[in-house]
C-alpha cells in the first residue's frame, strides 16, 4: 500500500534534474542565478568532500560565465586575505607558482578547525582561480575573502603589521591601548566573562579608540602595486578595525549572554558582507559575490524551528530581506557515507561514519528517489516546493560529529522549500582531505595519511580543477 510519503517521493523524482558528471551538470542552477549578484552556496556538513567539489566547480562557472568578483566564506578575515593576496596576485601578470603553494597560502587557517578551509579541495580551488586570474586585469580579478570574527587576536596583529612602517609612533599607542587582551592569550571570550564579573576592566571602549585610529589611518594606507592594490590594502586595514571591535562585543556576548551571540554574528557576518560589496563597487559597476558557509547560515532561518521557536537569524534571511530580488540560496544534502568531523570542540579531526537519514527526514525523501545526485529547484508553485513546504527533520553537521545523539544534536525541523531556492542532493559522500596530514585522521582505506597518499590526493586536487574554463 502506498504511502504519502511514497507519493511525495515520486513528486521529487519528477522534478530532479540529475547530475552526470559533465560539463552541463549546473547548467540549470545558472539559469536560476540570471543576473543576481549574490549567490549563496551551503553545505549539510563541514566536512563533506563532494560538498566541497560541487560548490568549488559551481563557483568556477559563476566566476568564468557570469563575472563574479568575490568568493566570501565563513573563514576569519585575517586568514582569508592571505589567500587573497595569492590569487589576485599584484599589479601585471603574477608569477605562476608551485604546484604546493596553495598550502603556504592556506597556511593562515591555524585556529580548529583547520581541515574546514586547509583541505585538498580548497586548495585545487585557489591554484585554478591564482591561474585564471593572471591573464585578468588587476581591476577585475576575483578575489577571496573572509565573513567571520573569531579571530580578534589575528585580526589586531594584522592591523598592527599594517601600521608599524607606515607610523610607528601610531602603532606603539595602539598596542598599549590593546594590551589588555594579552592578559587573557587566545581565549579571548574570557574577557567577556572577567569583565561581567567586575574582575577587568571591558576593553570596549579602548577598541573604539583603536578601531577610529585605524580606519583613519585606512583611509591614507597606500601600497607599491598601484591604485587597486592601495584600495584592497586600506579595505584590509578598515576591516581589520572593524573585526577588532565586533569581535570584543561577540566575545562579550557569548559569555555574558547579554543579547544571542548567534544572532550578533550572523548580522556582523551580513554587515561585513555589505562592506565588501561597497569595497568591490569602487572598481567594477555591479559587483557579484559567491558565499560559501554551512546551510544554517545560507539558508532562511525563518523557514526553521530555530527562527520560529527561537528567534534566530541567518545571514540568507538577512540577505534576502535587504536584496529580495538579488540572490539565490541553495543548500546541499547527503543521505549516507563519511565526514571529517571532530569528536568534541578543539578535539583531533576523525573520519567518521555519517548514518544513514532518519525515516521522514528532508534526506530521506531525497535518498528515496533513487537517483544518487541530482539538483531540486525549489520555484514557487514547483512540484518539488509544495512537497517540501511541510515541516520536515533536515540534518546538520558542523565542525563536531556525534552519531551516538544524532537526533539531538544533529537535526531540526525545517521548511526547505522556503529555507532555499535550490537544493543539490549528494546521496553519498565521503571525507574531506585535509590538506597536511593529522595524525588522528585516517585515508579512505583505513591507512595512515602518509607523505605518498598524500602526493596522491594532491594530484586528484589538480586534475579536479582543469584550466580550460
Not at 560565465?65 to 578575515?77: L, N, P, R, Y
Request: hydrophobic share 40%; proline share 6%; aromatic share 6%.
Amino acid at each position: 500500500m502506498r504511502t504519502p510519503d511514497d507519493q511525495c517521493v515520486d513528486r521529487l523524482r519528477r522534478a530532479a534534474r540529475p547530475l552526470r558528471g559533465d560539463a552541463t551538470d549546473h547548467d540549470l542552477l545558472l539559469e536560476m542565478v540570471g543576473h543576481k549578484s549574490l549567490v549563496l552556496l551551503g553545505e549539510a556538513s563541514h566536512g563533506s568532500h563532494e560538498f566541497y567539489l560541487q560548490r568549488a566547480r559551481i563557483t568556477q562557472r559563476l566566476i568564468a560565465e557570469k563575472g563574479f568578483h568575490a568568493v566570501a566564506i565563513e573563514g576569519d578575515w585575517p586568514d582569508a586575505a592571505r589567500v587573497n593576496r595569492h590569487v589576485r596576485g599584484s599589479a601585471g601578470r603574477p608569477t605562476l607558482l608551485p604546484p604546493m603553494e596553495p598550502a603556504a597560502a592556506l597556511a593562515g587557517f591555524q585556529r580548529f578547525p583547520t581541515w574546514m578551509w586547509r583541505n585538498t579541495v580548497v586548495a585545487g580551488f585557489i591554484d585554478w582561480l591564482r591561474e585564471f586570474n593572471s591573464v585578468r586585469p588587476m581591476a577585475v580579478r576575483t578575489g577571496f575573502y573572509g565573513l567571520d570574527l573569531y579571530s580578534l587576536q589575528g585580526a589586531m596583529g594584522a592591523a598592527l603589521d599594517h601600521l608599524r612602517e607606515a607610523d610607528p609612533a601610531s602603532a606603539k599607542a595602539l598596542r598599549a591601548q590593546c594590551v589588555r587582551f594579552d592578559a587573557f592569550g587566545p581565549d579571548s571570550e574570557i574577557h567577556g566573562l572577567m569583565s561581567g564579573l567586575r574582575a577587568a576592566p571591558s576593553c570596549e571602549a579602548a577598541v573604539r579608540a583603536a578601531m577610529a585610529q585605524l580606519l583613519q589611518r585606512g583611509r591614507q594606507a597606500a601600497d607599491p602595486g598601484g591604485a587597486v592594490d592601495q584600495e584592497e590594502a586600506r579595505f584590509d586595514l578598515a576591516q581589520n578595525a572593524r573585526l577588532v571591535k565586533n569581535g570584543e562585543q561577540h566575545c562579550r556576548a557569548m559569555c555574558l549572554g547579554e543579547m544571542s551571540c548567534w544572532n550578533l554574528r550572523e548580522q556582523q557576518m551580513a554587515d561585513m558582507l555589505a562592506e565588501l560589496h561597497i569595497h568591490l563597487a569602487k572598481r567594477v559597476a555591479r559587483p557579484k559575490i559567491v558565499v560559501w558557509a554551512h546551510n544554517s547560515h545560507t539558508g532562511d532561518a525563518r523557514a526553521t524551528e530555530m527562527g520560529r521557536l527561537r528567534g534566530e537569524q541567518s545571514l540568507g534571511q538577512l540577505v534576502r530581506q535587504r536584496q529580495p530580488d538579488d540572490c539565490l540560496l541553495v543548500g546541499m544534502t547527503t543521505h549516507s557515507g563519511s565526514v571529517t568531523a571532530a569528536s568534541d570542540w578543539d578535539a583531533p579531526a576523525l573520519q567518521q561514519r555519517v548514518r544513514p537519514a532518519l525515516a521522514g527526514s528532508v534526506e530521506q525523501l531525497l535518498h528515496d528517489t533513487g537517483l544518487p545526485r541530482f539538483w531540486l529547484p525549489l520555484r514557487p508553485g514547483s512540484e518539488a516546493s509544495e512537497v517540501l513546504r511541510e515541516p520536515r527533520l533536515q540534518r546538520a553537521i558542523g565542525v563536531v560529529y556525534r552519531p551516538e545523539a544524532e537526533r539531538e544534536n544533529h537535526h531540526f525541523f525545517s521548511r526547505a522549500a522556503e529555507q532555499f531556492d535550490a537544493l543539490l542532493h549528494l546521496d553519498s559522500t565521503r571525507a574531506l582531505a585535509p590538506l597536511l596530514p593529522e595524525p588522528a585522521w585516517r585515508a579512505g582505506d583505513g591507512q595512515p595519511l602518509t607523505k605518498e597518499s598524500l602526493l596522491a590526493l594532491h594530484g586528484d586536487m589538480h586534475e579536479a580543477f582543469p584550466t580550460g574554463l
